[in-house]
Antibody, heavy 117, light 113 residues
Framework: QVQLQESGPGLVKPSGTLSLTCAVSGDSISSRNWWSWVRQSPGKEVEWIGEIYHSGSTNYNPSLKSRVTISVDKSKNQFSLKLTSVTAADTAVYYC??????????WGQGTLVTVSS | DIVMTQSPDSLAVSLGERATINCKSSQSVLYSSNNKNNLGWYQQKPGQPPKLLIYWASTRESGVPDRFSGSGSGTDFTLTISSLQAEDVAVYYCQQFYSTPYTFGQGTKLEIK
């Protein structure tokens, strides 16, 4: 059974950096899948942030590209998200997910990140 | 970006009745190389992540009840729940994974009438 678990601070100050990690179990981060970050704002809009392959190849949402970095740690079977220069508009539940040929087929439970001073 | 538009925004259906949700993409999500539509349907209940129900527009994910079905091709898609059960109350999203940035519809809230 594939499981993903997000971790990281639940509160980030404005202009600071949001950092989250997703630990993967039940699948290898080096499998033939991509690994994705998705967020959902309090208004319920679902926004894809970006994805990474085990080789380090990435795709980012152009709306966030200048502020986003996704990285992979194969030794720990996990991947990470960094989002810089955050504002209140970045307050959301952040999910990590596996992207297979079927789409986003496994998701973490999500973690709420609030941007506030 | 491919824009995904769902209709209606909310829907109230009686138990045992049919529920139909539509999704339209601003451009085709059909891969001509394998003739598959890169379109998925997700169910989200409060406090939970989205759950994949249907992929490739019409293939049911393992474990999903057969009252859920998907149809359509190209730019127009439909999710149908043939006989609504109480546990189907949720928000439903379509998503294209044809090209990045992957995009979701705005969601359809399904309630019991």
């Amino acid at each position: 059974q594939v499981q993903l678990q997000e971790s990281g601070p639940g509160l980030v100050k404005p202009s600071g950096t949001l950092s989250l990690t997703c630990a993967v179990s039940g699948d290898s981060i080096s499998s033939r899948n991509w690994w994705s970050w998705v967020r959902q704002s309090p208004g319920k809009e679902v926004e894809w942030i970006g994805e990474i392959y085990h080789s380090g190849s990435t795709n980012y949402n152009p709306s966030l590209k200048s502020r986003v970095t996704i990285s992979v740690d194969k030794s720990k079977n996990q991947f990470s998200l960094k989002l810089t220069s955050v504002t209140a508009a970045d307050t959301a539940v952040y999910y990590c997910a596996r992207v297979s040929a079927k789409g986003h087929d496994y998701w973490g439970q999500g973690t709420l990140v609030t941007v506030s001073s | 970006d491919i824009v995904m538009t769902q209709s209606p925004d909310s829907l109230a259906v009686s138990l045992g009745e049919r529920a139909t949700i539509n999704c339209k993409s601003s451009q085709s999500v059909l891969y001509s190389s394998n003739n598959k539509n890169n379109l998925g349907w997700y169910q989200q209940k409060p406090g939970q992540p989205p759950k994949l129900l249907i992929y490739w527009a019409s293939t049911r994910e393992s474990g999903v009840p057969d009252r859920f079905s998907g149809s359509g091709s190209g730019t127009d898609f439909t999710l149908t729940i043939s006989s609504l059960q109480a546990e189907d109350v949720a928000v439903y999203y379509c998503q294209q994974f044809y090209s990045t940035p992957y995009t979701f519809g705005q969601g359809t809230k399904l309630e019991i009438k």
